[in-house]
């Protein structure tokens, strides 16, 4: 059963704090997005990657925030440092590119004290 | 104008119902469109996607209007394991989805 994984699954940390969140993409999958989602907010792209190379970040807060996908298998998305409005849970899909479907992952619960 | 809109809700109706949700786009050139399904504290999930002629899955019926820019979600004969939110996803023609803020649906027995 082929589905995205991510770790961890929740986070609570001090503000300051470095925060790495890991996903996993199915296998194949040629797209990788991050997704943060708050009540206010709803989901909200941050970044997304395609055959590994970044292509959109254009969602995310430049100064804090770094997305990469070291391997094919690998995507991960840091927060440096972290802020009490950085608390959200964090998703990641992957998908098959072009006009296809996104499968998401459990998601990170992200609490930043 | 949000690129895509619907409906927050919360729709509540009792089990056995029938119960249509709308979402509304703004950009003409959008390609293709989905529905996802998101429990409390979960990921959202695939439901189907929308095909130009509609499409059927069981209880479930998406249609896509063009002209009017809006695509549906029909359920019938409500079941309590139904409730939850439900996210229209639009594509553009890049590989980017664009969500909706969801329309919550809580069914009662």
């Known amino acids: 059963d082929a589905r995205v994984t991510q770790t961890p699954r929740h986070k609570v940390t001090e503000m300051g704090q470095e925060v790495t969140m890991r996903c996993q993409p199915i296998?194949?999958?040629?797209?990788v997005f991050w997704y943060r989602q708050t009540m206010m907010q709803g989901l909200e792209l941050l970044a997304y990657?395609?055959?590994?190379?970044?292509?959109?970040d254009s969602g995310m807060p430049k100064d804090r925030f770094s997305a990469e996908m070291p391997d094919a298998t690998l995507a991960t998305l840091k927060i440096q440092p972290s802020e009490p409005r950085d608390s959200a849970v964090y998703f990641c899909?992957?998908?098959?590119?072009?006009?296809?479907?996104?499968?998401f992952g459990p998601g990170t619960r992200l609490t930043v004290l | 104008r949000k690129e895509v809109e619907q409906d927050p809700g919360p729709f509540n109706v009792p089990e056995g119902a029938t119960v249509a949700f709308n979402c509304t786009y703004s950009?003409?050139?959008?390609?293709?469109f989905f529905w996802y399904r998101q429990d409390c504290r979960k990921e959202p999930k695939l439901l189907m996607s929308?095909?130009?002629s509609g499409n059927e899955d069981g209880r479930f019926t998406a249609q896509l209007n063009r002209a009017s820019q809006y695509i549906s979600l029909l359920i019938r004969d409500s079941k309590l394991s139904d409730s939850a939110t439900y996210l229209c996803?639009?594509?553009?023609?890049?590989?980017?989805?664009?969500f909706g803020t969801g329309t919550r649906l809580q069914v009662f027995p």
């Open positions: 899909a992957s998908g098959l590119g072009g006009r296809g479907e996104q499968f």
């Open positions: 296998l194949g999958h040629n797209t």
């Open positions: 990657f395609r055959n590994r190379a970044p292509l959109d």
């Open positions: 950009n003409s050139a959008s390609q293709s």
């Open positions: 929308v095909y130009s």
């Open positions: 996803a639009v594509n553009t023609g890049t590989d980017k989805l664009i």
